[in-house]
């Protein structure tokens, strides 16, 4: 175990579903908090799982929580979280920038972590913006329209009405000042040589319409840095498959669970 050095960790807010033996800690994206999870919790099978959707530190529940906002925090943050529930062993899903974070808490607590999914997911590598990029990126933070565009490119088949939902949201259960942080942790990360060849089984998931994370760059990523890794791409969704495809997206963890 690599402990996660001197990062005091918080108490994360976070909401239940389930009392499975088996435990499930779920991470959202940078453009949303735990709520994007809503439309799968249906569909998941609580008497086998015991789901935990924690927000992040400047997230829903977690707003008021400070940070650093990097990832050995919210390898902390998670660790601790765990701790609290007391699970010794859990899975742990996370979705584009918390890809990188399930692979934190994997090099960090590797006996802990039962297995991890990766959703349309940022690896250990980063995800390098050139100048334009980045202040494109930026922009999101505050610009409703650059939001909208974002949203709409990398889910182009997400209806203008969920998309309009996704920002409301987003501009309410999100502080400011964590939003330019957080993209510089995704942007920046650089510890690939950390994690490649971990044991760690991990399920591997993008959107065939996800014109970002795409597929192939799952294959020069996560597919190369994971020997116990196996990649499934769900057709009809883009880069938010939990929101777009959710009886498929349970399914389909739920079924790497069962491996």
């Known amino acids: 175990m690599n402990p996660p050095s001197s990062v005091a960790p918080a108490a994360l807010g976070y909401v239940q579903y389930g009392s499975g033996p088996v435990h499930v800690l779920v991470l959202h994206d940078w453009l949303g ?15 086998a799982y015991t789901y935990v959707f924690a927000d992040l530190r400047g997230y829903g529940s977690s707003i008021h929580l400070p940070g650093a906002y990097t990832v050995q925090e919210i390898a902390a943050d998670c660790l601790e979280l765990a701790d609290r529930l007391g699970w010794q062993r859990f899975y742990v899903v996370g979705h584009s920038m918390t890809g990188l974070a399930t692979q934190r808490i994997a090099a960090d607590a590797p006996d802990r972590v039962a297995g991890a999914v990766a959703v349309c997911a940022i690896s250990a590598a980063g995800n390098k913006l050139d100048p334009e990029s980045y202040a494109f990126f930026r922009s999101v933070t505050t610009d409703d329209e650059a939001f909208r565009r974002l949203v709409g490119f990398v889910s182009p088949g997400m209806p203008p009405d969920q998309v309009e939902a996704k ?3 987003h501009r309410k259960s999100t502080a400011p000042k964590s939003r330019i942080p957080y993209l510089d ?5 650089d510890f690939a040589d950390e994690v490649t060849g971990l044991p760690t089984r991990y399920l591997i998931v993008c959107g065939g319409q996800e014109t970002g994370l795409s597929e192939e760059m799952m294959l020069r990523t996560f597919m190369v840095q994971h020997p116990n890794a196996r990649l499934h791409v769900i057709a009809g969704a883009g880069h ?20």
């Open 167 to 169: 920002l409301r949201r």
């Open 33 to 47: 908090d735990r709520a994007n999870y809503d439309a799968v919790i249906p569909h998941l099978d609580g008497s």
């Open 240 to 259: 938010y498959p939990m929101q777009e495809q959710p009886r498929e997206f349970a399914e389909l963890i739920q079924g790497f669970f069962r491996e």
């Open 185 to 189: 942790m995704f942007v920046h990360a």
